[in-house]
């Protein structure tokens, strides 16, 4: 009864609300249902429920999401080689009934001379796929070459669409139209495919599936049947890679996304730069490639063997020249791309961003279609179409006038993480299920996974934080756990805490409880969130005991926060471990790392790993989906790039990282442009590759160390791993003496941070008391402090404070308002490291953000 009044309740709301009114991305949730997958492909959900998904390498999979369990179905003997594998899959329109699916996929057995993809028709029964029914054949190429698409659909009239690649290598083309036709290069040819209306690549396919494995042509197809030198099966031709498609499941409407071209800039003799593609077919017709791209935006056809360009492309009259064209030389006029966009930003559609593209489209929602259920979507999304974007890892929905033209776009849930989705759908009760592929381009992914989102019209679940004042350590192992930090979007709803630590049991109640582990062990603590109506959360936390980790100190002797000039300063690195009594030396691993102005201090300090702003530069693009740090994906590793390569090819590498190119460690596939970068990011993402192949040499674990250079950061960092396999660690980061104040660790909220014309930054205090902190900062043997400042009114005090912005005055640097001024102060004598505040004491002049003050940089002398 309760839930079939929330059920009611629910749908009244979705009735009373409009269109309009958007929902709070808090109101969705994305729920795990099953990961670890080897390249997930497609999905499709069945009208009981069930979800059906594949696996490039021959996996079909069921999940139900009534008793939320997988059922691996069969491995296909298939061939998963290049593009190859198991590509796509569709439920017949009867499924409930006749337990039809298909399946497109690289037949292990070759015809003739040549490879095929086939599609074929199984009967799912409790055993696995039987009666298999072999439909329809695509041969191919299979040398050195690209795209296979293999996407399946149904449209409400029970026609099945099929989407083909055009079976091409495009990588000796500069990005531009692959069209040349010389002997000998067919593979090199996008016209013997795309172009050609005599060959089923390089299109997308319309059949009538019949009761004995047969199919029939439906009306409408860009050919009719027994036309010469056409195939009937083409609904759509000109495509390069439609590798993932849709029907609207009212009017029909074919949407796909088209991967395309890898040219980064226009070329003045060759044509445009590639641009990804969202296409809307309403009828039959002919998309493009490879004569044009985008909105029809013209190719010169060019000629490969004197290397000259000749007359634009005609998108009007376009012509298949090819002498490898079997089909027709006239082809119908190019049809303009619903939506499309290059590398750069677009100007057209500035909400998809920038970087690596691999356009897909998804469903069009109709709020209407959909059951009443606490999940479903709400009527905002309705009519909307969602795409989305694999390299990117955005999804986007796109709103559509009445006639169905393109309206305007917005990000999807943008705070949402999607590792690369790869396909998308709804379900009969209006929840979306999403198959993410994971980090990396043709790899098994950990990370790659089935998820459904879920949408929470009234009252959400609390989202549950946990923490511990320790997680590892020997028995007894005496614990406070935290839930502080747990928190409901519904801000009436009061909190309850239940926890369990070594049984499934609720052994304590709180937010804030402590629990002593006796016996060694790995345990899982839980505590289960319970908001006021009855919805929970649940968040884990793994405990390890029987091992006390190791302390690392460094014995260092001088000012552990600062260098001056290049004295040298002996060291020794002491380690105490509960368990190992006597500490091998060899297990003691010390460094110091010089780190130049820009590079990632504070990563290093945070993680204890060397964090250049390189890697982080490529963590933020799409480096990982075409790149391992150890193993080959579609490009080479990083290591490899370190080892092939010396500091001399910084330049030419980020000349490359930005302009795209190949051959050079395969002629299969090229690495994509990236003209959004500015060179010296470039350089930078370089600069960490080449390091990888460049390991810090070791220091022992007592000497002597000289600071010769300047400026930038030294970290001292001392590590011992015990027998146990735990690890103790100490950092220490040793700055100049000098250094800007925008290094501050933080800062007051009447602190501006703006930008110089040198590339630096100067804190600006807005308000009277204002401060900035910097973070134990050692003020040992210090004598003398200076500031650099800038106002040409103020008057005051720029106060030194310890550990508090209203703690103890260790010096008073006066301000007098003449405008440049550095000025300074001598330091009370203090031990020990200290957070310390710069304070502004205004005594005249009316601090606002017009009449400020400027600290550029400070200085402590001994």
Not at 69 to 86: C, F, Q
Not at 265 to 277: A, K, L, Q, S
Not at 384 to 403: A, E, P, Q
């Amino acid at each position: 009864m309760k839930y079939l009044l929330l059920t009611f309740s629910l749908l009244l709301t979705h009735l009373l609300s409009g269109p309009g009114d958007k929902p709070e991305n808090s109101r969705f949730t994305k729920i795990t249902l099953d990961d670890d997958l080897n390249e997930p492909m497609e999905l499709a959900i069945a009208d009981d429920g069930m979800v059906y998904y594949i696996e490039r390498v021959g996996y079909v999979n069921s999940f139900d999401p009534k008793t939320t369990t997988k059922r691996r179905i069969t491995k296909l003997d298939i061939r998963a080689t290049g593009e190859d594998g198991l590509l796509g899959l569709a439920l017949d329109p009867n499924f409930l009934q006749n337990h039809w699916l298909y399946l497109y996929y690289g037949d292990m057995v070759m015809q003739g001379d040549s490879y095929t993809n086939v599609l074929s028709r199984f009967e799912l029964t409790e055993t696995g796929l039987t009666n298999r029914v072999d439909m329809l054949r695509v041969p191919l190429l299979h040398e050195g070459v690209s795209h296979s698409a293999g996407s399946l659909a149904f449209d409400t009239q029970a026609n099945l669409f099929l989407s083909t690649g055009d079976n091409t290598n495009p990588f000796e083309s500069d990005g531009y139209s692959p069209s040349d036709d010389r002997p000998g290069r067919i593979r090199f040819d996008a016209l013997k495919s795309a172009g050609n209306t005599n060959d089923l690549r390089g299109k997308i396919l319309r059949i009538h599936p019949e009761d004995d494995g047969s199919y029939t042509i439906p009306e409408g197809n860009l050919f009719k049947p027994g036309q010469e030198k056409t195939r009937p099966e083409i609904y759509v031709m000109g495509n390069r890679n439609p590798f993932q498609i849709a029907v609207d499941q009212r009017n029909g409407y074919l949407y796909w996304g088209e991967v395309g071209p890898d040219a980064g800039e226009d070329g003045p003799t060759r044509g445009p730069r590639g641009h990804d593609e969202i296409n809307q077919a309403r009828q039959a017709g002919y998309f493009g490639w490879p004569l044009f791209v985008g909105d029809n935006k013209p190719y010169y056809k060019y000629d490969f063997e004197a290397k000259k360009s000749g007359e634009l492309f005609d998108p009007q009259h376009p012509v298949n020249f090819s002498r490898n064209n079997t089909g027709l030389k006239d082809l119908p006029p190019a049809q303009k791309a619903f939506i499309c966009y290059p590398y750069a930003e677009s100007p057209e559609f500035p909400e998809l961003g920038k970087g690596g593209r691999n356009a897909m489209a998804g469903p069009v929602y109709y709020y209407d279609d959909y059951q009443a259920s606490p999940g479903k979507f709400p009527k905002y999304f309705d009519e909307k179409l969602f795409i989305y974007d694999w390299m990117r890892g955005v999804v986007t929905t796109v709103t559509m006038d009445k006639n169905h033209n393109y309206q305007s776009m917005e990000r999807f849930l943008p705070d949402q993480e999607f590792n690369h989705p790869v396909d998308m759908a709804f379900d009969r009760q209006g929840e979306l299920y999403v198959l993410e592929y994971g980090t990396y381009w043709r790899a098994k992914n950990t990370d790659a996974k089935l998820v459904r989102i879920e949408y929470n019209e009234g009252n959400r679940a609390p989202v549950a934080k946990i923490s511990a004042d320790k997680t590892v350590g020997a028995a007894p192992l005496k614990v406070r756990f935290s839930a502080q930090g747990s928190f409901d979007y519904d801000k009436a709803d009061s909190l309850r805490y239940e926890w369990s630590f070594t049984a499934n049991g609720i052994q304590a109640k709180g937010i804030s409880p402590a629990f002593t582990f006796t016996k060694p062990g790995n345990y899982k603590a839980r505590v289960r969130v319970t908001d006021s109506n009855g919805k929970s959360a649940e968040n884990t936390l793994t405990i390890r005991v029987g091992n006390e980790p190791p302390v690392v100190t460094v014995d260092w002797g001088g000012n552990r926060s600062f260098y001056f000039g290049n004295n040298p300063v002996d060291y020794k690195v002491i380690v105490a471990d509960h368990e190992d009594k006597v500490i091998p030396p060899e297990r003691i691993k010390t460094w110091f790392h010089y780190l130049p102005e820009g590079e990632d201090v504070a990563g290093l300090m945070a993680t204890g790993e060397m964090t250049f702003k390189g890697k982080t530069l490529m963590e933020q693009s799409d480096c990982r989906a075409c790149h391992g740090l150890d193993a080959a994906s579609v490009g080479p590793s990083y290591r490899a790039i370190a080892q092939r390569y010396d500091d001399d090819a910084v330049d030419k590498l980020a000349a490359k990282i930005i302009k795209g190119g190949a051959g050079v460690w395969t002629q299969e596939h090229a690495m994509s442009a990236h003209p959004q970068l500015i060179r010296e990011d470039a350089a930078e993402m370089v600069r960490y590759i080449l390091s990888l192949d460049k390991p810090s040499p070791q220091m022992p674990s007592r000497g002597s160390i000289t600071t010769d250079r300047t400026p930038g950061n030294y970290v001292l960092m001392a590590r011992y791993t015990d027998s146990g396999g735990l690890l103790g660690q100490e950092l220490m980061r040793l700055r100049p003496a000098k250094f800007p104040a925008s290094q501050a660790d933080s800062y007051h909220k009447g602190i501006s941070k703006r930008s110089n014309a040198d590339g630096g930054f100067t804190m600006c205090y807005n308000e009277d008391k204002a401060w900035i902190k910097f973070n134990q900062v050692d003020l040992t043997g210090l004598k003398k402090v200076a500031a650099d400042v800038f106002t040409p009114k103020l008057v005051g005090t720029l106060e030194f404070r310890i550990d508090s912005p209203t703690g103890k005055v260790v010096a008073q640097v006066p301000v007098k308002g003449d405008g440049v001024e550095v000025t300074s102060a001598s330091l009370l004598p203090q031990s020990g490291a200290h957070d310390v505040y710069v304070v502004f004491d205004e005594t005249a002049g009316g601090i606002n953000i017009w009449k400020r003050l400027d600290l550029r940089t400070l200085e402590f002398t001994k």
